[in-house]
Protein backbone atom coordinates (compact mmCIF):
# COMPACT_ATOMS: atom_id res chain seq x y z
CA UNK A 1 0.00 0.00 0.00
CA UNK A 2 1.33 3.60 -1.18
CA UNK A 3 1.95 5.76 1.90
CA UNK A 4 0.06 9.00 1.73
CA UNK A 5 2.51 12.05 0.94
CA UNK A 6 2.51 14.37 4.50
CA UNK A 7 2.27 17.88 4.31
CA UNK A 8 2.53 20.45 7.84
CA UNK A 9 0.36 23.66 7.46
CA UNK A 10 1.66 26.46 9.73
CA UNK A 11 -0.58 29.10 10.83
CA UNK A 12 -0.53 31.79 13.78
CA UNK A 13 -4.14 31.70 14.84
CA UNK A 14 -6.71 29.67 16.72
CA UNK A 15 -6.83 25.98 14.91
CA UNK A 16 -10.64 25.91 16.36
CA UNK A 17 -12.09 29.30 14.42
CA UNK A 18 -9.98 29.14 11.28
CA UNK A 19 -12.65 27.85 9.08
CA UNK A 20 -10.35 28.07 5.89
CA UNK A 21 -7.19 26.28 7.31
CA UNK A 22 -9.96 23.21 8.27
CA UNK A 23 -11.40 23.53 4.88
CA UNK A 24 -8.15 23.30 3.12
CA UNK A 25 -6.39 20.70 5.54
CA UNK A 26 -9.85 18.95 5.28
CA UNK A 27 -9.71 18.70 1.17
CA UNK A 28 -6.12 17.14 1.20
CA UNK A 29 -6.99 14.74 3.87
CA UNK A 30 -9.87 13.47 1.66
CA UNK A 31 -7.45 13.60 -1.49
CA UNK A 32 -5.32 11.32 0.38
CA UNK A 33 -2.85 13.06 1.92
CA UNK A 34 -1.86 12.78 5.35
CA UNK A 35 -2.10 16.28 6.79
CA UNK A 36 -0.97 18.02 10.33
CA UNK A 37 -2.02 21.53 11.23
CA UNK A 38 0.48 23.60 13.30
CA UNK A 39 -0.30 26.68 15.15
CA UNK A 40 0.46 27.92 18.69
CA UNK A 41 -1.30 27.74 22.50
CA UNK A 42 -3.03 30.69 24.25
CA UNK A 43 -3.34 30.78 27.95
CA UNK A 44 -7.20 31.01 27.04
CA UNK A 45 -7.03 28.05 24.31
CA UNK A 46 -10.02 26.09 24.11
CA UNK A 47 -9.58 22.31 23.72
CA UNK A 48 -9.17 21.11 20.15
CA UNK A 49 -12.06 20.06 18.36
CA UNK A 50 -12.14 16.60 16.74
CA UNK A 51 -10.88 17.24 12.83
CA UNK A 52 -9.88 14.99 9.96
CA UNK A 53 -6.54 16.06 10.19
CA UNK A 54 -3.69 16.11 12.89
CA UNK A 55 -3.46 19.23 14.88
CA UNK A 56 -0.63 20.47 17.08
CA UNK A 57 -0.54 23.60 19.51
CA UNK A 58 3.50 25.03 20.09
CA UNK A 59 4.03 26.96 23.24
CA UNK A 60 4.98 30.30 23.18
CA UNK A 61 6.59 33.00 26.03
CA UNK A 62 4.45 35.84 25.09
CA UNK A 63 0.67 36.32 23.18
CA UNK A 64 1.95 39.66 21.50
CA UNK A 65 4.79 41.18 20.11
CA UNK A 66 7.85 40.30 18.76
CA UNK A 67 8.40 38.15 21.38
CA UNK A 68 5.61 35.73 20.68
CA UNK A 69 7.24 35.37 16.46
CA UNK A 70 10.70 34.45 18.55
CA UNK A 71 9.42 31.85 20.28
CA UNK A 72 6.81 30.29 18.28
CA UNK A 73 9.61 30.86 14.78
CA UNK A 74 12.20 29.08 17.61
CA UNK A 75 9.75 25.80 18.42
CA UNK A 76 8.02 25.74 15.09
CA UNK A 77 11.66 25.37 13.41
CA UNK A 78 12.52 22.38 15.53
CA UNK A 79 9.29 21.03 15.59
CA UNK A 80 9.77 21.05 11.79
CA UNK A 81 13.14 19.69 11.57
CA UNK A 82 12.74 16.65 13.25
CA UNK A 83 9.32 15.37 11.91
CA UNK A 84 9.00 13.63 8.61
CA UNK A 85 7.26 15.74 5.92
CA UNK A 86 6.95 15.64 2.52
CA UNK A 87 5.72 19.34 1.96
CA UNK A 88 5.80 22.24 4.21
CA UNK A 89 3.23 24.85 3.62
CA UNK A 90 3.67 28.87 5.12
CA UNK A 91 0.20 30.10 5.95
CA UNK A 92 1.10 33.61 5.16
CA UNK A 93 4.49 35.76 6.02
CA UNK A 94 4.06 35.07 9.43
CA UNK A 95 5.20 31.68 9.06
CA UNK A 96 7.32 31.46 6.22
CA UNK A 97 10.96 31.72 7.71
CA UNK A 98 11.18 28.63 9.82
CA UNK A 99 9.52 26.92 6.49
CA UNK A 100 11.92 27.99 4.35
CA UNK A 101 14.84 27.15 6.50
CA UNK A 102 13.67 23.69 7.47
CA UNK A 103 12.88 23.35 3.80
CA UNK A 104 16.66 24.17 2.52
CA UNK A 105 18.06 21.76 5.71
CA UNK A 106 15.82 18.86 4.55
CA UNK A 107 15.73 19.47 0.74
CA UNK A 108 11.39 19.35 1.59
CA UNK A 109 9.16 21.08 -0.81
CA UNK A 110 7.80 23.75 -0.29
CA UNK A 111 4.34 26.02 -0.99
CA UNK A 112 3.46 29.49 0.20
CA UNK A 113 -0.49 30.19 1.06
CA UNK A 114 -0.45 33.65 1.01
CA UNK A 115 -3.54 34.85 2.55
CA UNK A 116 -2.57 38.39 3.21
CA UNK A 117 -0.30 41.21 1.30
CA UNK A 118 1.19 41.29 4.76
CA UNK A 119 3.63 43.96 4.20
CA UNK A 120 0.94 46.52 3.45
CA UNK A 121 -1.51 45.07 6.40
CA UNK A 122 -2.03 48.99 8.15
CA UNK A 123 -0.58 47.07 11.67
CA UNK A 124 2.69 46.48 9.73
CA UNK A 125 3.03 50.57 7.28
CA UNK A 126 2.20 52.40 10.27
CA UNK A 127 5.33 50.99 11.95
CA UNK A 128 8.53 51.66 10.21
CA UNK A 129 10.25 49.13 12.38
CA UNK A 130 7.78 46.98 12.21
CA UNK A 131 7.44 47.07 8.24
CA UNK A 132 11.13 46.86 7.74
CA UNK A 133 11.26 43.96 9.57
CA UNK A 134 8.49 42.36 7.56
CA UNK A 135 9.44 43.79 3.89
CA UNK A 136 12.92 42.15 4.43
CA UNK A 137 11.45 38.85 5.18
CA UNK A 138 9.30 38.98 1.99
CA UNK A 139 12.03 40.24 0.08
CA UNK A 140 13.86 36.91 1.76
CA UNK A 141 12.00 34.58 1.13
CA UNK A 142 8.81 34.70 -1.18
CA UNK A 143 10.71 34.63 -5.06
CA UNK A 144 12.29 31.43 -3.27
CA UNK A 145 8.71 29.80 -2.91
CA UNK A 146 7.69 29.63 -7.01
CA UNK A 147 4.64 27.00 -5.85
CA UNK A 148 1.97 29.11 -3.77
CA UNK A 149 -1.77 30.04 -3.92
CA UNK A 150 -4.08 33.60 -2.89
CA UNK A 151 -7.29 34.30 -2.27
CA UNK A 152 -8.13 36.44 -5.07
CA UNK A 153 -6.54 37.68 -8.64
CA UNK A 154 -5.39 40.88 -7.32
CA UNK A 155 -3.57 39.37 -4.99
CA UNK A 156 -2.15 37.32 -7.65
CA UNK A 157 -0.99 39.96 -9.83
CA UNK A 158 0.35 41.72 -6.87
CA UNK A 159 2.55 38.68 -5.91
CA UNK A 160 3.62 38.22 -9.75
CA UNK A 161 4.63 41.79 -10.01
CA UNK A 162 6.16 42.13 -6.68
CA UNK A 163 8.33 38.72 -6.32
CA UNK A 164 8.09 37.09 -10.23
CA UNK A 165 5.93 34.06 -8.78
CA UNK A 166 3.15 32.79 -10.36
CA UNK A 167 0.32 31.74 -7.88
CA UNK A 168 -2.78 29.96 -8.33
CA UNK A 169 -6.06 31.46 -7.46
CA UNK A 170 -7.85 29.51 -4.42
CA UNK A 171 -10.95 32.22 -2.88
CA UNK A 172 -11.97 31.03 0.45
CA UNK A 173 -15.32 30.49 -1.12
CA UNK A 174 -18.03 27.76 1.51
CA UNK A 175 -18.68 24.49 0.98
CA UNK A 176 -21.80 24.45 -1.24
CA UNK A 177 -24.56 22.80 1.18
CA UNK A 178 -27.91 22.80 0.15
CA UNK A 179 -29.53 25.63 2.08
CA UNK A 180 -33.22 26.65 2.86
CA UNK A 181 -33.83 30.38 3.90
CA UNK A 182 -35.98 30.59 7.54
CA UNK A 183 -38.53 33.21 8.25
CA UNK A 184 -36.48 35.82 10.02
CA UNK A 185 -38.16 37.01 13.55
CA UNK A 186 -35.60 40.02 13.55
CA UNK A 187 -33.23 42.02 10.79
CA UNK A 188 -30.30 42.39 12.75
CA UNK A 189 -26.95 43.15 10.95
CA UNK A 190 -24.37 40.67 11.46
CA UNK A 191 -20.13 41.33 11.02
CA UNK A 192 -18.17 37.85 11.32
CA UNK A 193 -14.81 37.65 11.61
CA UNK A 194 -11.39 39.19 13.21
CA UNK A 195 -12.25 42.24 14.85
CA UNK A 196 -8.99 44.14 13.78
CA UNK A 197 -7.98 47.57 12.96
CA UNK A 198 -8.81 48.41 9.56
CA UNK A 199 -12.38 47.07 9.54
CA UNK A 200 -14.41 49.99 9.97
CA UNK A 201 -15.48 49.65 13.96
CA UNK A 202 -15.45 53.58 14.27
CA UNK A 203 -17.76 54.66 11.46
CA UNK A 204 -20.10 51.28 11.40
CA UNK A 205 -20.76 51.40 15.01
CA UNK A 206 -21.71 54.93 15.05
CA UNK A 207 -23.69 54.80 11.83
CA UNK A 208 -26.08 52.02 14.05
CA UNK A 209 -27.65 55.18 15.46
CA UNK A 210 -29.51 56.40 12.40
CA UNK A 211 -30.10 52.60 11.85
CA UNK A 212 -33.32 50.69 13.10
CA UNK A 213 -32.01 46.94 14.18
CA UNK A 214 -29.82 45.52 16.17
CA UNK A 215 -25.73 45.12 14.97
CA UNK A 216 -24.20 41.44 15.85
CA UNK A 217 -20.88 40.89 16.10
CA UNK A 218 -19.14 37.87 16.47
CA UNK A 219 -15.61 37.66 16.55
CA UNK A 220 -12.33 38.94 18.19
CA UNK A 221 -9.44 40.63 17.89
CA UNK A 222 -7.05 43.50 17.84
CA UNK A 223 -9.63 46.16 17.77
CA UNK A 224 -11.64 44.15 20.31
CA UNK A 225 -11.71 46.18 23.60
CA UNK A 226 -11.69 49.77 21.38
CA UNK A 227 -14.74 48.44 19.23
CA UNK A 228 -16.77 47.89 22.80
CA UNK A 229 -15.40 51.46 23.85
CA UNK A 230 -17.08 52.69 20.49
CA UNK A 231 -20.27 51.06 21.31
CA UNK A 232 -20.49 52.75 25.35
CA UNK A 233 -19.24 55.80 24.42
CA UNK A 234 -22.33 56.27 21.97
CA UNK A 235 -24.83 54.73 24.25
CA UNK A 236 -25.27 51.37 21.97
CA UNK A 237 -25.14 48.47 24.30
CA UNK A 238 -28.03 47.39 24.26
CA UNK A 239 -27.68 47.70 20.10
CA UNK A 240 -24.22 46.71 19.50
CA UNK A 241 -23.80 42.62 20.73
CA UNK A 242 -20.38 41.27 21.24
CA UNK A 243 -20.70 37.27 21.18
CA UNK A 244 -16.99 37.03 21.21
CA UNK A 245 -15.78 33.77 19.43
CA UNK A 246 -18.04 31.66 17.77
CA UNK A 247 -16.73 28.00 17.12
CA UNK A 248 -18.20 27.98 12.91
CA UNK A 249 -21.34 25.24 13.84
CA UNK A 250 -22.93 28.03 15.62
CA UNK A 251 -21.84 30.80 13.23
CA UNK A 252 -23.60 29.07 10.43
CA UNK A 253 -26.35 29.89 12.90
CA UNK A 254 -26.20 33.43 13.13
CA UNK A 255 -25.28 33.49 9.75
CA UNK A 256 -28.52 32.20 8.15
CA UNK A 257 -30.78 34.02 10.28
CA UNK A 258 -29.19 37.45 9.79
CA UNK A 259 -31.44 40.52 7.29
CA UNK A 260 -27.65 41.98 6.10
CA UNK A 261 -23.70 41.37 6.53
CA UNK A 262 -20.63 43.55 7.13
CA UNK A 263 -17.71 43.05 4.95
CA UNK A 264 -15.82 46.53 5.22
CA UNK A 265 -12.32 47.42 4.85
CA UNK A 266 -10.72 50.80 5.37
CA UNK A 267 -8.72 52.04 2.49
CA UNK A 268 -5.92 52.42 4.46
CA UNK A 269 -3.59 49.73 2.84
CA UNK A 270 -3.17 47.72 -0.56
CA UNK A 271 -3.90 44.18 1.87
CA UNK A 272 -7.63 45.39 2.20
CA UNK A 273 -8.05 46.84 -1.12
CA UNK A 274 -7.35 43.75 -2.71
CA UNK A 275 -8.81 41.59 -0.13
CA UNK A 276 -11.34 38.93 -0.64
CA UNK A 277 -12.88 38.01 3.11
CA UNK A 278 -14.12 34.92 3.91
CA UNK A 279 -17.40 35.97 5.52
CA UNK A 280 -17.89 37.62 2.02
CA UNK A 281 -19.14 34.15 0.63
CA UNK A 282 -20.11 32.92 4.20
CA UNK A 283 -22.78 35.57 3.53
CA UNK A 284 -23.74 34.53 -0.26
CA UNK A 285 -23.67 31.01 0.71
CA UNK A 286 -26.73 31.52 3.14
CA UNK A 287 -28.26 33.85 1.02
CA UNK A 288 -27.66 37.02 3.13
CA UNK A 289 -27.03 40.03 0.85
CA UNK A 290 -24.46 42.03 2.60
CA UNK A 291 -22.71 45.75 2.44
CA UNK A 292 -19.33 45.99 1.16
CA UNK A 293 -16.32 48.35 -0.03
CA UNK A 294 -15.89 49.01 -3.97
CA UNK A 295 -12.95 47.24 -4.21
CA UNK A 296 -12.03 45.57 -7.50
CA UNK A 297 -12.72 41.81 -6.18
CA UNK A 298 -15.84 42.64 -4.57
CA UNK A 299 -16.99 44.77 -7.89
CA UNK A 300 -16.05 41.90 -9.73
CA UNK A 301 -17.90 39.12 -8.60
CA UNK A 302 -21.13 41.79 -7.91
CA UNK A 303 -20.66 42.56 -11.75
CA UNK A 304 -21.41 38.95 -12.47
CA UNK A 305 -23.71 38.52 -9.64
CA UNK A 306 -25.58 41.65 -7.66
CA UNK A 307 -25.33 40.62 -4.69
CA UNK A 308 -24.26 43.41 -2.18
CA UNK A 309 -24.65 47.23 -1.69
CA UNK A 310 -21.39 48.76 -2.80
CA UNK A 311 -20.06 51.97 -1.25
CA UNK A 312 -16.90 53.95 -2.19
CA UNK A 313 -16.27 55.44 1.19
CA UNK A 314 -17.18 53.89 4.68
CA UNK A 315 -18.45 56.99 6.59
CA UNK A 316 -21.16 56.90 8.88
CA UNK A 317 -24.03 58.24 6.63
CA UNK A 318 -22.80 56.08 3.76
CA UNK A 319 -23.12 52.71 5.94
CA UNK A 320 -26.45 53.71 7.75
CA UNK A 321 -27.78 54.99 4.26
CA UNK A 322 -27.22 51.71 2.36
CA UNK A 323 -28.23 49.26 5.69
CA UNK A 324 -31.59 50.92 5.57
CA UNK A 325 -32.19 50.49 1.97
CA UNK A 326 -31.38 46.94 2.63
CA UNK A 327 -33.32 46.85 5.79
CA UNK A 328 -36.52 48.23 4.03
CA UNK A 329 -36.30 48.13 0.33
CA UNK A 330 -37.78 44.69 -0.22
CA UNK A 331 -38.14 44.28 -3.84
CA UNK A 332 -34.00 45.35 -3.80
CA UNK A 333 -33.51 43.21 -1.05
CA UNK A 334 -35.23 39.74 -2.62
CA UNK A 335 -33.17 40.64 -5.68
CA UNK A 336 -29.79 40.22 -3.96
CA UNK A 337 -31.58 37.22 -1.86
CA UNK A 338 -32.22 35.39 -5.23
CA UNK A 339 -28.62 36.31 -6.77
CA UNK A 340 -26.54 34.94 -4.27
CA UNK A 341 -28.34 31.70 -4.63
CA UNK A 342 -27.06 31.88 -8.27
CA UNK A 343 -23.85 32.89 -7.21
CA UNK A 344 -23.07 30.39 -4.51
CA UNK A 345 -22.95 27.34 -7.47
CA UNK A 346 -20.59 28.85 -9.00
CA UNK A 347 -18.39 30.50 -5.96
CA UNK A 348 -17.94 27.52 -3.92
CA UNK A 349 -15.00 25.27 -2.09
CA UNK A 350 -16.59 22.62 -3.94
CA UNK A 351 -14.58 24.44 -7.50
CA UNK A 352 -11.58 26.24 -5.41
CA UNK A 353 -10.70 22.85 -4.12
CA UNK A 354 -9.96 21.54 -7.87
CA UNK A 355 -7.38 24.45 -8.00
CA UNK A 356 -6.06 23.92 -4.82
CA UNK A 357 -5.47 20.18 -5.19
CA UNK A 358 -3.88 21.00 -8.65
CA UNK A 359 -0.93 22.79 -6.72
CA UNK A 360 -0.05 19.83 -4.52
CA UNK A 361 -0.07 17.48 -7.67
CA UNK A 362 2.28 19.63 -9.34
CA UNK A 363 4.64 18.76 -6.59
Not at 80 to 102: H, S
Not at 121 to 148: C, D, N, Q, Y
Not at 190 to 200: D, E, K, P
Not at 351 to 362: C, G, M
Request: with cysteine.
Amino acid sequence: MKTPKRIVCTVTNDLNYDQRMIRICSTLVDAGYDVTLVGFKRKKSKPLEQRPFKQVRLPILAEQGKLLYASYWFNLFFFLLFRKVDVLCAIDLDTILPVYYVSRLKGTKRVHDAHEIFTDLREVITRPSVFKMWKWIAEHTISKFPVGYTIGEAYAEDFKKRYGVDYKVVRNATVLRPVTIPEKSERFVLYQGAVNVGRCFEQLIPAMKQVDARLIICGEGNFSEQARAIAVEHGLEDKVIFKGYVPPSDLRAYTIQAWVGITLFEDTSLSNRLSLANRFFDYMHSGVPQLCMKYPEYERVNAEFEIATLIDEATPDAISRALNRLLSDNEYYQKLQANCLKAREKYCWQEQAKTLLSVYQTL
